[in-house]
């Protein structure tokens, strides 16, 4: 069984706003497989995922980005997305007027016309606790810290991207919730097929590692000044960072 | 008509309006009365300006209508009425059938306002009348709405109406108004005079449509009396392209706790230059009004969006609020709102915003695939898709899919 490399990132060096943000940057993701994103506030982390999504303000100064084997690193983001990327975002803009059913069914490839949405969509939505009259509102506007969380969960669902960012999924999500949405991630991701025969990747930061308890990954990778500083197992290099801090593990990381 | 008015209306008959382009009238056609064939059913006028109706409102099937006007150029060509509750017709019907109806013509629009309105009331005395005669009865609550439309079939037409609509005594009435061309005509002028008169604990809802050939100008004329504890509700929609309109509503709430809501959507295309805008005088105590446009200008479009809302009691409210999304280069939204407060203890604010996309929501939606032409439009389709309110729920469900109807084009 052959293992085909989904996201090949080389090289990579990013200025946003004439200030250098990412250097040096070598990341490569296998289909099947899932990374973490560890690092300080500030690192680059979210920089680096609007790089692969082909933000304009992010500008590539060095290096290529791979999407299944082909250089992406100039399609804008509508190309990108349509060839299987997909985010969910830390803090989305609340748009008016526009109903985040409205976005389901084109997400979903629904006819906009369409008056409800799909049985398999509404199901959906009801696993994420989110029923009608919360779809009836406009995308983001007013909604709580865990409702963007699942909301931005339900719209992957509704897109099935083979290869899915997650930024912070669990921050600000209660306990319980961050089990419904790591559940939802694991099935995003093909977590409940075997390994061999997973197909889906995702990379995703996050902060207190909580929902790692529930999304089980592969390899973990530190971000420090916009550079990788370390990469290695997901619970080990946690642990370190719980006990030493970032710095601490970067040293450890140093010493391998 | 008397003598008064009507020297009024010769002295007035080239005076230029205030605002907007003005508009020469010889240019256009004056039609007869009879020169379109009357029908007894909406469903029978032809096939092709039914499917133009549906787009402004009206219903050619009339399910759901109390009754229908349909005004062809310059003749009635079709009156129903299902409604005991309410009257609906021509109003050179209205005027043999009612003498008093004299009594509530031009006193909510003066008829020396400039040269529309007087050359509307030339024409009136020289021709007869056309427009529409509506009227709820006392205490009578229809809940479905009449439908008026005003139809330009032929090219180069000068369409002149004049409308009176009365609710009397705690009385609520509903009406949808379409205004559309016929499909083989591209240039033409509509003047519409529209008095609405509001008695005491009356309600009137009025929602219209406009969807012109590219080239035609429009001058819609309207006054509003509102009298004690009385509340008039219009909806503007206007999303197609159309050479000029220029109009500027007045609402006099003269009335105790008397209230006014004016809410439009505007979407400028093309060459279209669309200046509109509402008055509210609030001279009752207590009354109120709150003034909603929301406008986006693409192409080479000019839209003035326009509000002047004058406090002349104590105890009055007021809100104007004005948000416009400037989609080119070469298009243009000026947003003029006035306030003007006469005495103390009121209680008036506007609140104007003019600006461009977020460019932040555009890629939020190219992120979950939209091309950014699709994100832009479903943020504009979004900015326009204002909730409507103050209309009952059936007629605000409806109203909504007009209004996504006229989306559409945007
Ligand atoms: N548009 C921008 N203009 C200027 N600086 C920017 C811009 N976007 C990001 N930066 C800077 O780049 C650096 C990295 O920011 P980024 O948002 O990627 O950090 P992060 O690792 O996601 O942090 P956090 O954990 O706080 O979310 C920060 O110093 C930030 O201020
Ligand atoms: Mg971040």
Redesign the pocket.
């Known amino acids: 069984m052959v293992v085909k490399l989904l996201l090949e990132i080389t090289d990579l060096a990013v200025e946003?706003?004439g200030?250098q943000?990412l250097n040096d940057i070598d990341l490569y993701i296998d289909e099947g497989e899932t990374h973490v994103l560890l690092?300080p506030?500030?690192?680059?982390?979210?920089?680096l995922f609007m790089t692969i999504l082909g933000f304009p303000?992010y500008n590539v100064t060095n290096g290529e980005i791979l999407f299944k084997g082909e250089d992406i690193t100039h399609l804008n983001t509508t190309e990108r997305v349509k060839k299987g990327v997909g985010v969910s975002f830390?803090n989305p803009p609340a748009i008016r007027g526009v109903r985040l059913m409205d976005l389901l069914k084109v997400e979903g490839g629904q006819d906009p016309s369409d008056e409800d949405l799909s049985p398999e969509m509404m199901e959906l939505a009801h696993k994420m606790k989110l029923d009608q009259r919360f779809l009836d509102r406009d995308v983001n506007l007013g909604f709580s810290g865990g409702e963007v969380k699942r909301s931005e969960i339900l719209q992957l669902l509704a897109q099935q991207p083979d290869f899915i960012m997650f930024d912070e999924p669990d921050s600000g999500v209660d306990i319980e919730n961050v089990e419904l949405l790591a559940e939802e991630i694991n099935h995003l991701l093909d977590k409940d097929k075997k390994p061999g025969m997973r197909k889906k990747s995702g990379l995703l930061?996050t902060?207190l590692g909580y929902i790692l308890n529930f999304v089980n990954a592969d390899t973990a990778h530190v971000?420090m000044d916009g550079r990788i500083a370390c990469s290695g197992n997901p619970s080990e290099i946690l642990e370190d960072i719980r006990k030493e801090g970032f710095k601490g593990c970067v040293e450890c990381c140093g010493i391998h | 008509m008397l003598r008064d008015t009507l020297g009024k209306a010769e002295k007035a008959k080239d005076k230029k309006a205030l605002y907007g382009e003005d508009i020469d009238l010889e240019k256009f056609i004056k039609e007869d009365a009879g020169d379109h064939e009357k029908v007894t059913r909406a469903n029978e006028v032809p096939k092709k300006v039914q499917d133009t109706l549906l787009k402004v409102g009206v219903d050619p099937n009339e399910e759901e209508r109390s009754g229908t006007f349909i005004q062809m150029d310059q003749s009635g060509v079709c009156t129903t009425c299902a409604s005991e509750s309410v009257e609906i017709m021509g109003m050179n019907v209205a005027l043999d059938k009612y003498d008093w109806i004299k009594d509530y013509m031009w006193k909510a629009v003066a008829v020396d306002s400039d040269k529309y309105t007087a050359q509307t009331a030339l024409r009136e005395a020289e021709e007869g009348a056309s427009g529409y005669f509506i009227r709820s009865l006392p205490g009578s609550k229809e809940v479905f709405p009449l439908q008026a439309c005003m139809f330009i079939g032929d090219q180069d037409v000068m369409q002149t109406a004049h409308n009176v609509i009365i609710a009397e005594e705690n009385s609520e009435l509903h009406i949808i108004t379409g205004c559309a061309t016929g499909e083989d005509v591209s240039s033409a002028l509509h003047v519409g005079v529209s008095e609405f008169y509001l008695k005491p604990g009356s309600k009137i809802t009025f929602t219209m449509v406009h969807n012109w050939a590219e080239q035609v100008d429009v001058r819609p004329r309207t006054g509003v009396m509102v009298g004690d504890e009385s509340t008039y509700i219009s909806n503007y929609i206007l999303t197609s392209p159309v050479r000029s309109i220029q109009t500027y509503p007045t609402a006099y709430c003269s009335g105790k706790n008397s209230r006014v809501v004016f809410q439009s959507i505007l979407g400028g295309q093309k060459d279209s230059v669309l200046d509109t805008g509402s008055r509210v005088l609030l001279e009752g105590e207590g009354s109120s009004a709150e003034m909603i446009s929301r406008a986006v200008s693409k192409d080479q479009s000019q839209l003035y969006a326009r509000g002047h809302l004058a406090g002349r009691t104590q105890n009055v409210k007021g809100h104007l609020e004005c948000h416009g999304l400037v989609l080119s280069d070469d298009s243009m939204i000026y947003a003029v709102p006035e306030l003007e407060g006469s005495a103390t203890e009121l209680e008036m604010s506007h609140e104007a915003a003019v600006g461009k996309i977020a460019e932040e929501e555009v890629l939020y939606l190219t992120s979950r695939g939209l091309t950014e032409e699709e994100a832009a439009s479903m943020i504009v389709r979004g900015f326009l898709s204002m909730d409507i309110t103050g209309l009952p729920p059936e007629l605000a469900a409806e109203t909504k899919r007009m209004l996504d109807m006229s989306l559409q084009g945007m």
């Open positions: 946003v706003s200030k943000v690092g506030n500030g690192s680059g982390k979210s920089t303000k830390q930061i902060h971000l």
